[in-house]
């Protein structure tokens, strides 16, 4: 029987082919000046071995209409459908900035088919990218949800990246060494140089390094001397921390109200893990010793349990999951309780000799 208009409809390709039939649907019509009349403009579905295999192919497709197109789409256009979706469901927009850092670490994939990509397409990009393990695992993560995406929305027949696995470097957490009181002395004498301000605000608050560059100057209370950030977990996200007396002058002199960010890099804009990761660097040769930026975290709760700081209390200053259920859900604390556990924190005496860190004080 003739299809009705709109239909589509299948045909026999000329010629000695293995798939001699073509189906193919109307997207649309085009007025011919000459003649007045409109002519029908046709996309084509495939081609295929008997009538009735394309017959089947575009009645499946009239029922479930689905994107021709997509065969043709790329890793950068499937990044943008895929991000334009998945960024509106982040409660943390420091997630989408993380995958938007591994996007850009892809470009060699950008304009290749999804379709045409295989693992070591991905692997050699990973491989290749001269970023931390961190940024290597979010790329790993955003090809895992590209493919996803792809998968549901029929791009792909294969999900390719769930075929290998991306092992990062292990670190050994129990060799954190935490900073020396008298080089947190010297950093006093450093302030001008680079991020010694972070650092020190690390130092006296215990918020991890990509939460220090994430707080927002409207979470900022200069009269409460107190700050609403973190990140990372349920117990770090959004946990209010008292500001160590010492450090109120840095809060001051980086509090502008017009900047999003209480921290900024150079040129006033936001400082991403990867900027203040590089600048730290510089500060530790300076300062003539080798730490990362977690370790201003460790020297933090390390000198807390030092001066005997409460562990609940600890618990909640730095957002870990607090076990307890009497602590957690029955006893309210007043903000005072906290306020006097964050002034305990104190760097001006002797070097303290401590032992390896735990390993959960991560």
């Avoid at 029922?63 to 890793?75: C, G, M, S, V």
């Avoid at 790993?140 to 390719?160: A, P, R």
């Avoid at 302030?191 to 020190?200: A, H």
């Avoid at 300076?286 to 030092?306: D, Q, V």
């Amino acid at each position: 029987m003739k299809r009705a208009n709109g239909d589509g409809s299948v045909y026999k390709i000329g010629g000695k082919r293995r798939k001699p039939f073509g189906a193919r649907v109307t997207i649309g019509w085009q007025l011919d000046p000459e003649t007045g009349r409109s002519k029908q403009i046709y996309q084509s579905i495939g081609t295929f071995a008997t009538r009735v295999e394309a017959e089947t192919a575009l009645n499946n497709y009239l029922q479930n209409p689905y994107d021709i197109e997509a065969h043709k789409i790329t890793f950068a256009g499937v990044y943008d459908r895929w991000s334009a979706e998945y960024f509106e469901t982040l409660k943390n927009p420091s997630s989408a900035r993380s995958y938007k850092a591994a996007y850009a670490y892809c470009e060699p994939l950008y304009n290749i088919r999804m379709r045409d990509i295989r693992v070591e397409h991905m692997q050699g990009v990973i491989k290749d990218a001269e970023v931390g393990d961190a940024t290597k695992g979010r790329m790993k993560s955003l090809f895992n949800l590209m493919y996803k995406w792809c998968m549901i929305h029929e791009v792909v027949e294969k999900d390719y990246s769930a075929l290998f696995v991306h092992k990062a470097g292990k670190r050994d957490k129990t060799k954190r060494v935490p900073f020396k009181n008298s080089e947190i002395q010297k950093l006093w004498k450093m302030q001008e140089f680079s991020v010694v301000d972070m650092i020190l605000f690390a130092l006296y608050s215990g918020f991890r390094p990509s939460e220090v560059t994430l707080i927002e100057t409207r979470f900022v209370d200069l009269v409460r001397w107190r700050i609403k950030g973190g990140m990372k977990t349920e117990a770090g996200t959004d946990r209010i921390v008292p500001i160590h007396e010492k450090i109120r002058p840095i809060v001051q002199k980086h509090y502008n109200p017009d900047s999003k960010f209480l921290f900024t890099n150079e040129k006033g804009e936001y400082m991403t893990y990867d900027q203040y990761r590089g600048r730290f660097k510089n500060v530790m040769r300076a300062l003539g010793t080798t730490h990362t930026p977690h370790e201003a975290r460790h020297t933090f709760i390390s000198c807390a349990k030092h001066f005997d700081v409460d562990e609940n209390l600890l618990k909640a200053i730095v957002g870990h999951k607090i076990r307890d259920v009497t602590e957690a859900v029955y006893t309210h604390r007043p903000f005072s309780d906290y306020v006097a556990a964050v002034a305990l924190i104190d760097y001006s005496g002797e070097d303290i000799e401590f032992e390896s860190i735990d390993a959960d004080w991560d």
